[in-house]
Structures are given as structure tokens and as C-alpha cells.
């Protein structure tokens, strides 16, 4: 077993044959050539044509391993660049001694070749082996001619040298080209960073790394040229404009200059132009919408270049920081019709000019932060953290996380404000640390409004507290009942989107430098963003909600019915489940609406849905279907089961009594039961059957529930008075 064991693999063996080919068939090469082989084709034999064909084997060996290593991304050494030279040369010095020397430039054509595409020192080291080869071919034989040879190699390190040169000229001027268009792009981004005010117009200064702080001016400028399309999208789309552009002022704030637009005209002006004049000079002196339309056509239309079109409608809003008063540009929609444009579209396109002003505003405090350089790659990644939570308890997560890695924070926390019967409550949404006394506790904790800070922070929208914490009489952050011990640092910041507070962000730390200048301010970005990911999340949740629910009731839709029950139907299809369907209606509830009025039957439909609600099972499915219908999936429930619901539902609805203006009223509910797969499996089938059993019970004298073995057996159910 030993002696087996020693014996290299069969594949690892070839692998090193294979390999030692090309070497080989140089070395052989050599000896032949030394010893005045290959002195015209009438010398050539057997033993010449065979070391030929290994020659061209190693050539296609060098070849096949060349392709593949680079097939799968392998790297080249300098092993390979010289077995692949060196196999050439050899070949082209046996071509030019059997043709007698005559052809001798052949091999400065492929010296060159080789110097070109390969490596400088596997070049030179190539022109040693092109060197000994011709010392071989030229000093051999009777003649030994030493001029030859010095000729001979003088040709090829003129040539080898003069193509090494060409081609690193080359190769430099496209690097200078390169250079010079990226230099441009950089002037671009500066001059686009400047309108943006992300640095100042007069600055020259030079920042310790010029490379990190061009790539963070492209990345600043790329996210506001991001958020300028995606806005001119939405307002192109919504508006149905014939063009909607984004006009900036010039960094001498002198001049308009298109910074993007959405058009179907080619005409849109490009180059600057006096931000004084036309329509859109008015805009910005009044620094007010301007709203406009004619059956006539226009005047004052300075966007177009050249003979502009005809326009019937014109809607320009001023871009202006909330915060300095200064005006930055102007975003206009104009049209070709005569549709004027509504108030609704003026309140909508002045909302866009704000959320561009803010990715603006953001990227300007983001700049002030790219001093901070071993804390930078951080920050962009809690951004991006934040821009990619879906759902508020995720950016509450994110937000954290990010802080305490950004501060190093021994406790943080995401608090939400919220109404409830007109008096404002706070609630730690979430919190890191353990600082907190009794921190279990403090999440998910509800608190009304007070003199904390917390509450303060709100109604005021500044981050507080103003002084040192230690210098503070009380520290009362969330209520009198909740401690923090042992914070030496305590910042508290609102989150805010627009002229909204949604909460606010507790950050502490033990230590009273953790919470410096820097760190403050990079901690304000971080509440910017995530008072912006919150209330995305929040809108996100709410038109979902609106997508699945019913507005009036806030059961499931019918849309969101239908596909729940395909789901629960394929699951009690695939095992075997019961699964019961039941559908209701209010009995006489059109006499409802006509005797105590749309508002009553309102109000007795959201009654209902309570009940049903309350009533049903947290597996079970309660949707509105259509009017005063409602329908209830209830799985893993036989007929039998549906039938004990269903009648625990009816009662509590018998039960009930809705006071109106016009006395107490009360009203009945008949139901019906179907049930998969007795009933069938399909849902059109069940939805039938369900719908036959509430008729007959509306038939049979309402207030009751029918199931589809009762409707079937004819058995006249004695009707409850109501």
C-alpha cells in the first residue's frame, strides 16, 4: 500500500508531461541548432521534422493553456510569457536557418511582436533568449560572422526598444486622454456641486485626499440628479405636461441653465440664460407660482431655443430653501392644449420643487461630514441601510444600529409620536442599551406629553438638551417613572419630514466626548434620513392598507378576499382540510338608509364589521364583500364549527343597539355556510353555494344562518324576530 501510495496520480503525471512540452522542444531546438541542424531543406530528416512537430505541440499546449486560464479569469505568470516567447523564437530561428538567413527580419518582426504585448521584463528577457538563438544561427559553421551578429543584435534591441517606446507613447497619450476627460467630468461635477451649493463658489481649497473628495462630490452630484429625474418623472406623469424641466441658477446666481428636464420637444433650451427675464425671470423676482394659459399662444417663453411651440398652459414654481429664504431655480410644466393647469397640479409640483430642494439640502450637510474619513464608509452605509428598510420596525432597527456604530452610543432609542383623542402620546418605538432603569419595560412603553425632553423635542422641533446634561437640575428624558444612569453625553433629536415631527432620536453615551460636533452632526443626517425612511414606510404601510382594506369598515376588500381564498382553498385542496366559507347581509338595510339616512347605515356597517371582527378567530379571514355583505374564511373548520360561529355572530349583532339622532336601533344578520371540500373545492362553486344558503335564509325569514346541508334538506328554519 506504501509503494502504491508513492506513485503520483495519472492526471498530476500528464499535467507535469504536458507542461515540461514547450521547455523541451526549446531546449531541443537549441542543440540542434548548435550543433548546425537546420542548414537548408536538403538537410532536413526525420529527427528535423520531428522536433518541428513538437515545437508546433508546444505551441498549441502554450495556446489551449493561455485560453482556458483566461476563460476562467486565472492570472498569466511570468513563467508562461517566457515558454510562449521563447517557443516562437525558437521556431522562427528554425524557419530563418532553413531558408538560408535570407529571411532574417522575421525575427524583429516577431521580437516586436512579442515586446508589444508582453510584460517589459518578460521582454527583456526574451531578447537574451532572441540573442543567444542568433548567436547560435550566425557564429555556427565556416563563416562565423561576428559583424552579422553584432548587426543582428543591434536590429533587434533597436527594434525591441523602438516598439517598447511607440507603444508606451501610445499608451501614455491615452492615458493623458483619459486623464483629461475624466478632469472634465470632474470641473462638470464641480460646477453642478456648486449649484447645488454642496461646496462653496469661491473655494480652492485642496482636501487632504483630492481622489475621496471627487468621489464623494460625483456621488453627491449623481443622488440629486437621481432624485431631480425621479421627480420630473412623477411630475411629467402626473401632470401630462408637454415638457416639465428643472432650471437651477448659476453660481452667481445670474443665470438659469437647464439641469434636467422631461420633453417632447428637442428645442428645450441648454445653455445658460438670463435668469432676469421672460416668465420664469417673473418667478423668481415674485418669488411665487406663476400660473398661465391662453387659447392664443404665450409670451414670456424663454426655455426654447429658437422658435418655441405654441403653449396653452404654463405652471413655473420657485425653488426655495426653507430655511435661508434664497431662491435656487425654478421647476416649470408647461402643455400644448389648452388645459389650464388646477390648483391641485400647483400644490403637487410645488411639493416636487421641495422634496428637490431637500435631496439638495441633504447632500449639503452630508459635505460638511466627508471631513470625517475613517467614520465616512459607515455613515454611507447606515444610509443605505435606512434607504433599503421596508417597514417602520425595520428602520427603527436600522436607525439604532447606525447611531451606536456612528457614536459609539451606550443607549439609543426611536420614540413616535402619535394622537390619541386629541392628546399627544409618545411611544419608544425601539431602544439599544441597558442603561435605561428597568429598560425591558421601556420598549413598546406609551407615555402622554410632558415637560421631558422627549415631549419638548417635539413641540419644539429642536434637538435638545442645549447644555451639558450634567449641569441639568433633573433629567427627565422620557417620564418621571424612567431613569437613564450614568450618561455623561445626551442628545436628543426630532425627526422630521417637511413640516412634520414624527418622533424622536435619544442618543447617549457614557463618555462626554463621544457626542462631539462631528458626531452631532452626523447624527442629525442619520434623523434626517430616517424621519424620511419612517414616513416612507408609514406611506408605504398605508397604501397597502388601502390597497387590501375596505376604507369605511377596515376589513379586507373583496380584491384581498379573492386571493385569500384561492390560497386557502389550494391548501385544503393539496391536504385535505376543511375550510368553511360564510357569507352575510343586514337585513333590511335599505330601509336603514332610507328611514335614518346614509350616515346611520354608515355607522351601523362599521357596527358590524366591529362585531365580526371581535367575534371571529385571529385565523379567520373577515372581509367586506360588497355593499352590505360581508364574507368570513374560516379554515380548518367543518360545517359544524361554521355553524356555532356563525350563530355567536348573529347574536352579538342581534344584541347590539346603534343610538342615532332619531332613537336606538337595532338590526339582524342572515348568514350562510358552505364548506370545502364537501362542498366542492372550487371558489366559484363555494362562493354559489354559500351565496344560495344567506338567500334562503333571507327567504325563510332572516336573522338566522343556514349551512348547505340544511338549505339542501328543504327543513324550514323557524325565524328569530329580531
Not at 258 to 266: E, F, G, H, I, T
Not at 314 to 327: D, K, Q, R
Not at 494 to 505: K, W
Amino acid at each position: 500500500m506504501s509503494a502504491l501510495s508513492a506513485i503520483p496520480p495519472v492526471s498530476k503525471l500528464f499535467h507535469s508531461l504536458v507542461r515540461a512540452v514547450p521547455a523541451a522542444g526549446v531546449l531541443s531546438a537549441f542543440i540542434h541548432l548548435a550543433r548546425g541542424g537546420f542548414r537548408g531543406l536538403h538537410t532536413l530528416g526525420w529527427t528535423e521534422a520531428s522536433l518541428v512537430l513538437f515545437l508546433l505541440a508546444g505551441l498549441a499546449v502554450m495556446g489551449w493553456r493561455r485560453f482556458t486560464r483566461g476563460a476562467v479569469g486565472a492570472p498569466l505568470y511570468l513563467r508562461d510569457d517566457l515558454e510562449l516567447g521563447a517557443v516562437l523564437i525558437a521556431s522562427a530561428f528554425i524557419v530563418v536557418a532553413i531558408a538560408g538567413g535570407e529571411i532574417f527580419p522575421l525575427i524583429y518582426l516577431v521580437m516586436a511582436f512579442l515586446v508589444a504585448f508582453l510584460p517589459r521584463n518578460a521582454g527583456l528577457a526574451l531578447l537574451g533568449v532572441a540573442l543567444a538563438f542568433d548567436a547560435l544561427v550566425t557564429l555556427q559553421g565556416p563563416e562565423r560572422s561576428v559583424p552579422a551578429f553584432l548587426t543582428h543584435a543591434a536590429f533587434l534591441a533597436l527594434f525591441a526598444g523602438l516598439y517598447h517606446l511607440v507603444l508606451s507613447a501610445r499608451i501614455a497619450a491615452a492615458r493623458r486622454a483619459e486623464n483629461a476627460a475624466v478632469e472634465k467630468r470632474i470641473k462638470e461635477v464641480e460646477e453642478r456641486a456648486r449649484t447645488f451649493r454642496l461646496v462653496s463658489s469661491g473655494s480652492h481649497d485642496n482636501p487632504p485626499d483630492v481622489k475621496d473628495e471627487e468621489k464623494w462630490l460625483l456621488a453627491s452630484v449623481k443622488e440629486i440628479e437621481g432624485a431631480v429625474g425621479a421627480a420630473l418623472e412623477i411630475a411629467e406623469t402626473a401632470l401630462h405636461t408637454h415638457t416639465c424641466a428643472a432650471f437651477l441658477l448659476a453660481s452667481d446666481d445670474k443665470g438659469l441653465k437647464l439641469y434636467d428636464c422631461r420633453s417632447a420637444s428637442d428645442r428645450v433650451q441648454r445653455e445658460r440664460f438670463n435668469a432676469g427675464e421672460g416668465m420664469l425671470g417673473g418667478v423668481l423676482k415674485r418669488r411665487a407660482p406663476v400660473r398661465m394659459h391662453s387659447a392664443h399662444g404665450l409670451k414670456g417663453i424663454t426655455w426654447y431655443d429658437g422658435s418655441a411651440p405654441t403653449l396653452g398652459a404654463v405652471l413655473a414654481v420657485p425653488i426655495i430653501e426653507a430655511a435661508s429664504g434664497l431662491v435656487r431655480g425654478v421647476l416649470v410644466a408647461d402643455r400644448v392644449t389648452h388645459n389650464p393647469f388646477s390648483d391641485d397640479d400647483e400644490k403637487l409640483l410645488t411639493t416636487i420643487a421641495s422634496e428637490v430642494l431637500r435631496s439638495i439640502e441633504v447632500e449639503r450637510v452630508m459635505s460638511y461630514i466627508r471631513k470625517t474619513r475613517d467614520e465616512k464608509d459607515r455613515f454611507f452605509r447606515a444610509i443605505e441601510e435606512l434607504n433599503r428598510a421596508g417597514s417602520p420596525d425595520q428602520v427603527f432597527l436600522a436607525v439604532l444600529e447606525s447611531a451606536r456604530q456612528l457614536a459609539g452610543l451606550d443607549f439609543c432609542a426611536v420614540t413616535i409620536v402619535s394622537e390619541q383623542e386629541g392628546k399627544r402620546a409618545h411611544k419608544v418605538a425601539r431602544m439599544l442599551g441597558v442603561t435605561a432603569q428597568g429598560s425591558k419595560a421601556l420598549e413598546g412603553r406609551t407615555f402622554p406629553d410632558n415637560n421631558g425632553l422627549v415631549a419638548n423635542v417635539v413641540r419644539y422641533g429642536a434637538p435638545l438638551p442645549g447644555r451639558d446634561i450634567k449641569s441639568m437640575d433633573r433629567q427627565v428624558i422620557f417620564d418621571e417613572d424612567t431613569q437613564l444612569r450614568g450618561l455623561a453625553a445626551l442628545k436628543i433629536f426630532p425627526l422630521t419630514a417637511g413640516d412634520r415631527i414624527l418622533g424622536t432620536l435619544v442618543a447617549g453615551s457614557r463618555r462626554k466626548a463621544a457626542l462631539d460636533h462631528d458626531v452631532l452632526r452626523m447624527l442629525e443626517v442619520i434623523a434626517i434620513q430616517a424621519a424620511q425612511a419612517v414616513l416612507r414606510a408609514q406611506l408605504y404601510e398605508a397604501m397597502e392598507r388601502m390597497a387590501t382594506t375596505d376604507g369605511m369598515t377596515g376589513l379586507y376588500n373583496n380584491r384581498t378576499f379573492q386571493a385569500k381564498a384561492d390560497e386557502m382553498l389550494a391548501h385544503s385542496r393539496r391536504y385535505g382540510r376543511k375550510c368553511s366559507l360564510m357569507l352575510t347581509d343586514v337585513d333590511h338595510f335599505k330601509s336603514v338608509n332610507d328611514t335614518y339616512g346614509h350616515l346611520t347605515g354608515d355607522q351601523v356597517l362599521k357596527g358590524v364589521a366591529r362585531i365580526l371582527r371581535e367575534q371571529a378567530r385571529d385565523t379567520d379571514i373577515v372581509a367586506r364583500y360588497g355593499g352590505e355583505e360581508f364574507a368570513i374564511l374560516m379554515p380548518e373548520t367543518d360545517a359544524k364549527g361554521a355553524k356555532i360561529i356563525a350563530e355567536r355572530i348573529r347574536e352579538a349583532i342581534k344584541a347590539e343597539v346603534f343610538q342615532t339622532e332619531m332613537g336606538p336601533l337595532k338590526v339582524t344578520l342572515s348568514l350562510g355556510i358552505a364548506t370545502a371540500p364537501d362542498h366542492g373545492t372550487d371558489k366559484l362553486v363555494l362562493v354559489e353555494q354559500a351565496d344560495q344558503c344567506l338567500y334562503y335564509a333571507k327567504r325563510h325569514g332572516r336573522n338566522q344562518s343556514v349551512t348547505v346541508a340544511e338549505a339542501q334538506g328543504g327543513r324550514k328554519l323557524q325565524a328569530v324576530e329580531g
